[in-house]
């Protein structure tokens, strides 16, 4: 059993098991307060301590909150949560790549993870960037032996993995449970065909606006909405299907016609109605749709 | 109870209860053979036959061959069949239309089927086009109380459908077939995701000649290739994302290049090597993947 380990500066993280100094003991620290910075980290225990303290109770908690175990019974969830690891990676670390063999079923539970492949000719096609709660490649889980993507933190996330033969194992035992989860599924591939018909119809201009509509706080406001864009452009560019500078070059006419404003990644769009009428006519919704942040 | 209604040149059908003569009984008749033509059909009784006769037997038999039952008991099968309604519709013909209420699964057991989206503009997405034994939109029937999109009849079509409520109550009576159809549904996910793929990074010629490579009848042969196209060039341009102008330019630029020839639908590859060369380089799969026409 390990013990917990409380740094200098407050919070509490769990031994990792690797030799220190590791990059991840220096980022599971909680930010060092003013008082703390230039003091030698020398002078506290030089102890391999990476892992935040999650409870299994809290783990079962949080894990029942998510959409995609709704339904399944506390005691499931009990034992699916005592073999769920924690785990946190910062930008940049590669979670699977496509090809490799489906051990774990990773959910996103803070962060931003971009899922994306590789051509022979090393072009990279953004399938989807994910935030929490989402599952990362949930099909490929249920369906085949490796994942069909690569898996790529693109902005300090965090994730429960569980055992997919346990998952698995799970979904035999308790066969109703796949009812909800088909359910799930089929929302996500609702999703999936909304983008490919906006990829088909979608100017470049209206493709940006719909992604900015879908992450309108309030999409009933009549004043001017404020927004943050949750990642960097060049992935949002990516994400969208299309090379930087048409990107902003997309922003650029949106900026001119529709009156936005962009402060770093602070946007303010000053008339919800034209910008849904200028992105929505090449559309087969209505406003507001679902999000693509919440397709589980 | 119905009685059978030979035609004077050979096969069965059966009454339509509309009245005589409607335009399905015409295409009901099996095809006159050449000592009919021309003898006029008054001679033979006006009797309003069109629907051709499926035992319940053979109904049974049939739907326990798609992928979509695999795994389903005898006596479950014997039930849905029962309460199965088998038609047959000409091109053009609208089955279900985007916001429509779903009262029935449709799987098409021939021909070809459109599914598309229409925007408020009125420009057409072609999600897919789909031939037997394809279910049509599985994932709206399962999670929507509507249709996501509209189905249109491409090529003369017949079709199996199933009460929806009876579909989903058989679900949820026996939830271990929901595992099989996870399976199902998870590889039309993933092959939308090829679809996304594909529409991002290949180039037209190369969405083409993709398109092509997965229509030959043997992906391993080293001699020329000889396929049919399966439906018009319009359509295909449109299930590929482009202009028909765009499609008839890609297809020349193939011609040009790797010397493929085309004589009405039927069409010459000299070399699938060069071919896949061209193609499966702009993509993260290796060839032969798997079939546009063998999702489910």
């Known amino acids: 059993m390990w013990s917990p380990f409380r740094w200098p500066w407050g919070g509490i993280s769990r031994p990792c098991g690797r030799r220190w100094p590791c990059r991840q003991a220096r980022l599971w620290s909680p930010p060092m307060p003013r008082g703390w910075r230039g003091k030698s980290l ?7 301590y990476h892992t935040p303290i999650m409870t299994p109770e809290a783990c079962t908690l949080t894990l029942q909150s998510l959409p995609l ?19 946190k990676h910062p930008k940049g670390h590669m979670l699977f790549q496509h090809g490799d063999t489906i051990k774990h079923l990773h959910i996103v539970t803070h962060g931003w993870v971009k899922v994306s492949r590789l051509t022979e000719e090393g072009d990279e096609a953004v399938l989807d960037v994910l935030t929490a709660p989402h599952p990362l490649q949930i099909m490929d889980a249920i369906a085949a032996p490796a994942w069909g993507a690569t898996a790529t933190v693109a902005e300090d996330a965090g994730f429960f993995s569980l055992p997919i033969n346990l998952f698995k194992a799970t979904l035999n035992e308790h066969p109703h449970l796949a009812l909800g989860l088909l359910q799930t599924t089929a929302k996500m591939h609702q999703s999936l065909q909304r983008e ?35 990642y960097d452009k060049t992935l949002l560019a990516a994400r969208l299907g299309m090379q930087p500078e048409t990107f902003s070059r997309a922003l650029g006419n949106l900026k001119r016609e529709l009156g936005i404003t962009i402060q770093g990644h602070t946007l303010t769009i000053p008339n919800l109605k034209s910008l849904q009428a200028y992105t929505c006519s090449a559309c087969s919704g209505t406003y507001p749709c679902i999000r693509s942040t919440q397709k589980a």
């Open 69 to 87: 175990f709704q339904g399944f019974p506390a005691e499931v969830m009990k034992e699916l949560a005592s073999k769920t690891t924690v785990s």
């Open 196 to 230: 490919l018909e906006g990829r088909t119809l979608q100017k470049t201009d209206q493709r940006v606006g719909c992604f900015l509509l879908r992450l309108v706080p309030n999409p009933g406001d009549t004043h001017p909405a404020t927004l943050t864009l949750p």
């Open 42 to 48: 020398h002078k506290t225990p030089h102890v391999p």
